[in-house]
Structure formats: C-alpha cells, structure tokens
C-alpha cells in the first residue's frame, strides 16, 4: 500500500503484561524504522531494519523489547512485561534508500 | 553528546506573517536536515530536505536556510494560514540514506491565529 498501516490504534495494558504492536511499510520500502514518543516529546529512535534484518537497535530496551520484520509478514514490535514508563506513541516508518520517512499514525500504548 | 534545540514555547503568529523556527544542534555533523510537520493524533509528514552543501530550499511558501557554520536550520511559512497550525519537527540524519535513523528535536507548535 502507499500508507504505512500501523494496528491496533490503541492499546491497553496492565502493568507486566505483554504488549505486541503491528506495522505494515509502504510497499517496497526496504528500511523500517519504530520511534517512541512520550508525552509529545521528542521521537526516542528504537530499532532500524534492512529488510528482514536488524540494522541498528541501540535505543531498544533489550531486556523487554524485540522487533522482528519478516518476509511477507507486518513487522512487530513486542513489549514483554510492561511498565507503567512505557506508555507512549510508537510510531513506525518506512523509506526507500533515499526518500524522507513515511510514518504510520502510531499506536497509543497506556499501561495501567 | 548529540543534541537538537527548537524553540519549545508554543509560537503564536497572525494570519498573512512570515513565521519562522529555529533548529539548533551540537556535536553532529549531519548530511542532511530535514523538517517534518506533525497533526494532532497523527504521525509525523514530510515537507522539506535540505543537504549541507545546500544553503536554502524553497517549496511553495515554505523556505529553509541550513547553516553548517552556526549549527542553525530556519524554517520559514510565507503568507501564514490556521491551516498551517501544528507542530513542526526538525531531523537530522548522519548519513545519506538507507537504515540510519533520523534523530529529531522536541518539535515547535506553531499557532497562526486568523
């Protein structure tokens, strides 16, 4: 599609359950991207594929988060054992090697 | 460390001015700056890139200088509408493309009041 398509719109979890969000890049986009926004502050960058591979994870929390795009599947951004800190915007995007980012419209998530 | 700077106080301007935001950064040397306007509720679109060895871009009525000597970026909206009321984010990118995340400022909420 020409949209990056990100589901569900909001999500609501309680604290230590798992959160799993989606996002479908815009057709033929090699790169994807996931941002996280606290608050309407700054994009905190998480994760960049190539592909189905990971390129840079160095903003991701390892212990509770993984993302993983795989071949003819959305990509996936999973939070295991939530945190009340954790809720924020998480934002997808998706670029070819030299367009500007495409962003989805994000997936509210709140942790009670 | 690496930082971005825009004005974060909310900027009021009357219909029909020229509003201008500021960009600043430190510790980057970006190959390119880019500038992005964010709705309410929605994720961020793109408007502008310009690279460093460019020194302005125009598009319609907006316009953006790039100042690798100041480490400054304006951004200008000629003929300013309501419609141009949101939050404007700059973002700099390290390389020229590919997976390298941009990096982004807190954003400036522009407010154009008919």
């Known amino acids: 599609g020409e949209e990056v398509a990100q589901t569900p719109k909001h999500l609501v979890r309680g604290e230590g359950q798992k959160a799993k969000l989606y996002c479908a890049p815009i057709?033929?986009?090699?790169?994807v991207f996931w941002y996280q926004q606290v608050l309407k502050n700054e994009f905190k960058f998480l994760i960049s594929f190539q592909n189905e591979n990971v390129f840079d994870e160095t903003g991701m929390p390892k212990e509770r988060f993984s993302a993983k795009c795989l071949p003819n599947s959305p990509c996936s951004l999973e939070i295991q054992a939530t945190k009340l800190e954790d809720s924020a915007v998480y934002f997808c995007?998706?670029?070819?090697?030299?367009?500007?980012?495409?962003f989805g419209n994000g997936t509210r998530l709140t942790v009670t | 460390s690496q930082k971005i700077e825009q004005n974060s106080e909310a900027l009021n301007i009357q219909e029909g001015k020229t509003a201008t935001l500021t960009c600043n950064y430190t510790n980057y040397s970006p190959a390119y700056l880019q500038w992005y306007r964010q709705d309410p509720g929605r994720g961020p679109v793109f408007l502008l890139l310009i690279r460093e060895n460019e020194k302005e871009k125009r598009k319609e009525r907006l316009k953006v200088t790039f100042d690798t000597t100041l480490k400054q970026s304006l951004f200008h909206i000629t003929a300013s509408q309501p419609a141009d009321s949101a939050t404007y984010l700059c973002a700099l990118a390290r390389s020229g493309g590919g997976a390298d995340g941009l990096t982004f400022g807190k954003g400036t909420h522009l407010i154009i009041q008919p």
């Open positions: 995007a998706s670029r070819t090697q030299f367009s500007p980012l495409h």
């Open positions: 057709k033929g986009h090699s790169y």
